[in-house]
């Protein structure tokens, strides 16, 4: 097998594209041959050690993919050889196979793309948690999503609208939201011109949104929570610009609001049959055609560095796929 090696997480350029034995899984895992593996925000933290999760070196980087199970371990019955997955392990993606705990894959229905699925459990998955559990979001509220025009964000618009809100979305390119608007979104902010606060105003009638959904943080912040609505709930979903914003506390005194914390990750050990019943709707509602992963654009493995690039630098629309 081949795989991109992190030796010493120094940077984006501190991986290798290496030849290692291929591993035989032990009791309780499977073997996957990878067809697709998808880049999330954190894989870009992980090989700079500025992730929260900060596996011990040698480690392949890549939280998320599908594929084909190529052998199974001791004790595995419910998946067998042949039989697509998509799975999201945290590591080992970023390469030609990987060994992942039988328990945290995904049997594939027939006909699901494995670009698609690797592109679905954590935006999807985070974003429902987000939108529907923590924010509690309901039909004709109205949901701001910041980043909107990213892997989690062009998940959260479609979710909202499932959900039957009105969706306000803001992204930072004319281009990205021509994007949101496709994806359903009611209305879209360039958020790089003009004023956010008098936008958001603008948008929501004088009211503001009832839930603000940010992975981004930095500077959008604290104007995105000025403008929320009485009762509001803030998603703090992530902080992809960099800084972690502060809030004065008077704010949310002020509007009767919320400050959510989410975290799915911990959400799926915590609570999994929630976590489970979540993920069978997500299916459902992907079956039904409602849902879709954003597809930026699928390149090969071999072209990581290229992956990773694109990503820092915010040109990605949706998701980034690696194939094999
Ligand atoms: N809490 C959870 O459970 C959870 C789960 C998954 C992901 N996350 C977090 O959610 C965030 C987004 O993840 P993602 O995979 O959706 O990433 P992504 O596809 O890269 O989207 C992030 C968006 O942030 C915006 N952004 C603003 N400043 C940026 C900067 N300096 N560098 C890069 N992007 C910047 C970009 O949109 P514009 O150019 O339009 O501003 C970009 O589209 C990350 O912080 C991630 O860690 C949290």
């Known amino acids: 097998m081949h795989a991109w090696l992190c030796e010493n997480p120094t ?23 990878i067809k697709a593996a998808s880049l999330n925000f954190p894989d870009i933290l992980i090989v700079q050690n500025k ?8 480690f392949v980087p890549g939280s998320e993919y599908a594929g084909i199970v190529a052998a199974v371990g001791e004790g595995v019955t419910h998946l067998k050889p042949g039989q697509g997955v998509a799975c999201l392990t945290g590591t080992g993606g970023f390469a030609t196979h990987a060994i992942a705990p039988a328990a945290l894959c995904m049997p594939l229905p027939q006909g699901f793309p494995f670009a698609d699925a690797a592109a679905f459990i954590m935006t999807y998955a985070t974003s429902h948690h987000a939108l529907l559990d923590r924010g509690q979001l309901k039909a004709g509220e109205t949901a701001l999503v910041l980043g909107a025009a990213g892997g989690v964000g062009t998940a959260a618009i479609q979710i909202a609208k499932v959900a039957g809100a009105r969706v306000v979305a803001a992204a930072s390119s004319d281009e990205k ?13 360039n958020y790089s011109q003009g004023n956010l606060r008098d936008a958001i ?8 949104p009832d839930v603000i959904y940010d992975p981004v943080g930095g500077e959008f912040a604290e104007p995105a929570f000025r403008s ?11 902080f992809a610009a960099g800084p972690i914003p502060s809030l004065p506390l008077n704010l949310p005194l002020l509007k009767g609001a919320a400050i959510v914390g989410v975290f799915w990750g911990d959400f799926s050990r915590r609570e999994p ?3 489970a019943a979540m993920m069978a709707e997500l299916a459902g509602w992907y079956a039904q055609g409602k849902i879709k992963p954003v597809i930026d654009r699928q390149m090969p493995m071999a072209e990581l560095k290229a992956a990773y690039e694109r990503m820092g630098s915010r040109a ?3 998701k980034l796929v690696l194939v094999n």
């Open 11 to 33: 940077g984006l350029d501190s991986v290798q594209w290496k030849e290692l034995p291929t591993p035989q899984p032990k009791a309780g895992e499977v073997l996957i041959e």
């Open 51 to 58: 992730y929260q999760f900060k596996p011990p070196p040698p």
């Open 177 to 189: 939201c021509e994007l949101c608007k496709a994806q359903g979104a009611d209305i879209a902010i």
């Open 201 to 208: 105003k603008e948008a929501t009638g004088g009211k503001g």
């Open 228 to 238: 929320i609505a009485w009762r509001g709930r803030y998603l703090v979903v992530g």
């Open 273 to 275: 049959k929630a976590n």
């Open 316 to 318: 990605v629309k949706g």
